[in-house]
Each structure stands twice: as C-alpha cells, then as structure tokens.
C-alpha cells in the first residue's frame, strides 16, 4: 500500500475551526479506584487553562457540581497517553480517553474501549464518529503552524520557506508517533509531498533547523511567544485559546511547495469510555454531559473551539473569529484507519530521516 493511499482527498474551503484538548502534564488528582463519586480522564493537551479558565476547567467543575462527581485529570500526548492505557490493560486506572486520531482508532484497534454512544451522539457526523460505537468526537480541530507576529512580519507561505536559515535553532515540531500534533505534521508532510519519499526527504532537509523533539505541542507555544522559536506546530483552538496571555502568536497554514492554496486537515478530539473502567457508570455520565448541547455551546466561547454536533451554531466572537482564521484553507480528509494502520512505518522512516 502506498503512502499516498492512506489520504483520500476531499478538498473543501473551510468556514469554520474547531477544538483540542489538554494543560500540562500532570499526574493523578486523586486514587481512581478509591471512591464512588470521581472519574480519571486522560486526555491530550489544550483544552485545561495553565490559568484555571479553559474549557476544561468549566467542563470539570460545572459537571461535579450538577453530579457530585469528582474529575481526576491526567495529561499527556495523544499516543502517550494510549501507550498508558497499554501498560495499565491488566489494573485499569482510567474511566475516559480523550485523543486525537490515528491514536483513537490506535486505541479501539488494541480493544482499549468500551462501546457507548453517549447522548447527543447521534447530532455528531458519521465521520466524527466510530462506526462501531466505541469513541465519538467531542470538538473538531485543525492542524496550524504558529509564528511569532513581533520577529515575523509575514509567516511563511510554503514548507520550503521553513528551510530558510533564519530558522535553524528557532524551528521545532512536536515528536510523530507520541503528540498529536506532531503525528499531524507528518500526516500532512505525507499528503503535500504526495508519498513517504519525497516527504521524508524533506523533513531530512528540515531537520537543519528543527530543535530537537518535544512530547508537547502546548509547550512550544510559549517559547514562540516569547521568541526563543519562530515557528512550531500546533492545532487551531489551543493557538487561539492561547493568544489571551501570548499575543505574539500568528497561525498560518503553509502551502505545498506548488505555491497553491494552503491546506489543513481536521483534527477532532474524539472521546472513549475505557474498556473495564473502574467508574464505567460515572463516566458515561460524564461523556453524556460533553455533549450535552449547552456544554458544546460553550466550545468556542469558552474553549476557544467548535463544537461536534452539528445542531450547534455558534455565534459569539470567538466563533467569527476562527472563521476568519479558516477562511479561504483547503481541507482535506485522511483516512484514518488507513493511516494508522501504516503509522508505525511512517514514525520509522521520519526518525530514519532525520536521526531522532
């Protein structure tokens, strides 16, 4: 199968953005296995606020309040984060995973999930959700890239332009195969250099000016900010949610290096109840309640986001805001399975490439 066979392109001019999940790595608030009246989530960054006013923050107290139930939060990168379910297989700690795809399909494929279509599921599209009922998307998201504004008056148009020598000690991506976003990078990498050789080969060209590997994505967009790096990769919401506290903050959307339109894919944060949870009942009360229609009104003005179900129309500024960001990129759509299917393959070959 080729590289190229895992993207079946469905390019579309996108109105809108969407949402991530996450804070900072953080162990477990409290014993999962202890007490009734509590949850353990493990979820990707971008959503909880270093400053206690994210997405996730309302999300947990708004829901121990109307429920009693205590949320215990644990954080990590998307194929991290499944990789502790793995370990954790035979004394499950964890109720709910929230990560990003291909490891949500990573997930159900090494039977991780437990099959629940939580209410308001049925508002989620077909492509937004697992066929068989084992994780449905809880907001959308799409890959960007962030420049600092305050060096950069003008962000990079093409992948070609990242080459440029002003950028060598100020690039850096998050690591393939263990954050999200960075799996994301390659993913697009893949689709834009139509095939595994020409996109290697670049990011071997790339890695001149690339830092080093980071398991965070959220944790290079303050270095960003603050201009220790020029670029980095990251995904729309969290960005965006971001430029309260780090206004130096740009995204852009580089092009292929054809000079055509700049390109993205979506990126949803899809949710599961895990398989053998200890608070199984709990948890699919909390999955009820993320997509309950007034916590995914809350999705952009909030979180920064949009929301997955498609009876929700946002209008507050957030919600006009990520429009603009969006207007005029073309979407395409991965196939998930197929990608995840070959995603060991692919994370070989990058650290082939570039020596990681």
Known sequence: MSATSAFSVRSVTAAVAVLTLGASLTGCAGSSS???????????DGLKSETGDGFYDKVFKDFQSQTGIKVNYVEGGSGEMVQRLIR???????????TLPPFIQQA?????????????SDQVSDIDKDANGEWTSIVNNYLCFIYNKKQLPQPPKTWNDLLDAKFKGKLQYSTPGVAGDGTAVLVKALHDFRGQPAAMAFLKKLQANNVGPSKSTGALASKVDKGELLVA???????????????????FFPAGNDGGQPSTFALPYAAGLVKNAPHSENAKKFLDFLL???????????????????DVDATDK???ALKQI??????????WNQVNSQLDSYVSAWQAATGS
């Open 34 to 44: 202890g007490g009734g009246q509590q949850i353990t989530v493990y979820s990707a």
């Open 88 to 98: 954790e297989r035979s004394n499950t700690q964890a109720d709910v995973v929230v």
């Open 108 to 120: 159900e494929q090494k039977g991780l999930l437990a099959k629940y279509a939580p209410a308001g």
């Open 233 to 251: 990769n990251g995904d729309v919401q969290m960005n965006f949610a971001d430029m309260k506290s780090m206004p130096n903050q740009g995204i």
């Open 292 to 310: 309950s229609k007034q916590v995914q009104q809350e999705v952009s003005s909030i979180g920064g986001g949009f929301s997955s179900r498609t």
């Open 318 to 320: 957030n919600a006009d």
């Open 326 to 335: 969006m207007s005029g990129v073309q979407v395409f759509q991965p196939d």
